[in-house]
């Protein structure tokens, strides 16, 4: 085991990015329901191309799954927290600081709405991203996390993939 301390290892650099991706997440929902009363407001524009709109999201990812009815809360969140829990292995076992803070922060992600769940029935949803007549759906700090972090280690992946292909070869 190495001399350094645990939070300058990659294990504790993902563990850090787990809180800070969770306290974010839920400090950003508790000030939209609470401060903002979005709820009661329905939508605010906040830039011309972002508006805090309120949305309850009793499914996953663009609304899929959502014929479960009461028991998705259930389902989705006993499925999250079993994919944390792999997460929770993988960010252990990496040497890499990268990966373990992509992983600690997907992790942070899947926990911020695996409490939705629970709290509220619903992950709660608020940022609306529009332009040219285009609109995103409306997503979250914890999605947002998610989506960045899957981004980077699809790119990480990518690119040491090809150079460790590239270095085994013989001409």
């Not at 190495?2 to 787990?18: E, K, N, Q, T, Y």
Request: proline fraction near 4%.
């Amino acid at each position: 085991m190495s001399g350094r301390p645990f939070m300058l290892r990659p294990a504790g650099i993902g563990l850090l990015m787990l809180m800070l991706v969770l306290s974010a997440d839920q400090i950003s929902k508790f000030w939209i329901l609470y401060g903002l009363d979005l709820p009661a407001r329905g939508s605010v524009q906040v830039l011309p191309f972002l508006n805090f709109t309120m949305v309850w999201n009793r499914a996953v990812t663009f609304g899929m799954f959502s014929g479960l009815g009461g028991a998705g809360r259930i389902v989705f969140s006993a499925i999250a927290l079993a994919v944390v829990a792999l997460l929770g292995v993988w960010m252990f076992r990496t040497p890499s600081k990268l990966t373990a803070a992509c992983v600690g922060a997907v992790a942070g992600g899947a926990v911020g709405n695996v409490i939705d769940r629970l709290r509220y029935g619903a992950v709660v949803d608020f940022l609306h991203a529009h332009a040219f007549g285009w609109s995103w759906y409306v997503f979250n700090v914890a999605d947002s996390a998610i989506v960045c972090s899957v981004c980077v280690l699809l790119a990480q992946s990518c690119l040491s993939g090809g150079a460790s292909s590239q270095a085994g070869r013989t001409p």
